[in-house]
């Protein structure tokens, strides 16, 4: 990170939108928005945050344009069986639809929402993770990364979403493919994935770098590291 050449991915993520990242990286310093009590898994509402109807957009303002015939899944690293998927590849595979709630760390949470896509156990069933893989890494067009438990990716209500309210996901919000986690905070849900990486030890996505929690569950307030 301190190579300042113009084409390193993650220089570009940081310096895109800086003023985000400092004053995010700062809310992790100084702890904001933590109201210091977990709440029970039965709360809908996980602690110290409000519900929105609206759908905000945040992301670090790089948005890449992926048409889907250009789009490709790549799922490798710890696995039996790597995946390249095109887009026809992918809307081949089962479909699942689920409704689940968003929580972002910026403390607003939207109820209710319809997603369409392929679900990460039919993913796991298809890619075989090997008994070592711990832990997965989304990788998006935009250089983002953010990790997770496999615990966590192999969660019955966790999937690769194309659509949104019976929608084609728009490209602000991560079309054509983003990730969905729903117990997880949003950061957790990369949009424009174009990868999921199977690994045996943790590593530090793009906000776990930054300050934000490395698990990042909602009801215990795993805000920041
Ligand atoms: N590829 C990518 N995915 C990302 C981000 C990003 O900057 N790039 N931002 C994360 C954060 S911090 C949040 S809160 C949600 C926001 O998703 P939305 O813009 O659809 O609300 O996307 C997450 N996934
Ligand atoms: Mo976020």
Known sequence: MTDDSPDDPEDKLNTT????????????????????HAAPR??????????????????LGVTPTVEPQNWRLRVDGLVENRLDWS?????AQPPFRDVSDIHCVTAWSRYDNQWDGVSAKHILAVAKPKPEAQFVVFHSYDEYTTNLPLAYFDD????????????PLTRDHGGPVRAIV???????????????EFIARDRAGFWEMHGYHDRGDPWTEERYS
């Open 42 to 59: 039965s709360d809908r509402l996980p602690p110290g945050q409000h519900l929105v109807k609206d759908w905000p957009v945040l992301d």
């Open 17 to 36: 939108r800086p003023k985000l990242v400092e004053s995010k990286e700062r809310w992790a310093q100084e702890g904001r928005l933590l109201t210091g």
């Open 156 to 167: 019955i209500d966790v999937l690769l979403a194309h659509a949104w309210q019976g929608q």
């Open 87 to 91: 887009w026809n590849d992918f809307r």
């Open 182 to 196: 729903p117990k997880l905070y949003f950061w957790k849900s990369a949009k424009w994935v174009k990868r999921i």
